[in-house]
Nanobody
Framework: VQLVETGGQLVQTGDSLRLTCASS????????MAWFRQAPGNDREFVAS????????DYADSVKGRFTISRDNAREMVFLQMNSLKPEDTALYYC???????????????WGQGTQVTVSS
């Protein structure tokens, strides 16, 4: 199973960006999908997740109201729409898949390689 993230780039404060994660194998069924991020010197932190049905979404307090996670199960893709970006959003963003509805860094089954988001001030 391979998760491939795309969409990261250098943007300015206040800009918007959409990250995409695609699966290389038909395994989406039953998995919650999530985004995590890791800035240099920091631990990997939870950003957002969406359950298999899409009925449950969770967000970190730091991104609530600015970021939106969505998923397209037919195409086996998950997205992270990021609005009103701030310099503190700068990090390597990882796509993740988990069999748990409440996704944490310790219950992720599969990780992507990450895509870099840099927000300049």
């Amino acid at each position: 199973v391979q998760l491939v993230e795309t969409g990261g780039q250098l943007v300015q404060t206040g800009d918007s960006l959409r990250l995409t994660c695609a699966s290389s194998y038909h395994f989406f069924s039953g998995y919650s999908m999530a985004w995590f991020r890791q800035a240099p010197g920091n631990d990997r932190e939870f950003v957002a997740s969406a359950s298999w049905s899409g009925g449950r979404t969770d967000y970190a307090d730091s991104v609530k109201g600015r970021f939106t996670i969505s998923r397209d199960n037919a195409r086996e893709m998950v997205f992270l729409q990021m609005n009103s970006l701030k310099p503190e959003d700068t990090a390597l963003y990882y796509c993740a898949a988990s069999l748990s509805e409440e996704v944490t860094v310790t219950n992720v089954n599969y990780w992507g390689q990450g895509t870099q988001v840099t927000v300049s001030s």
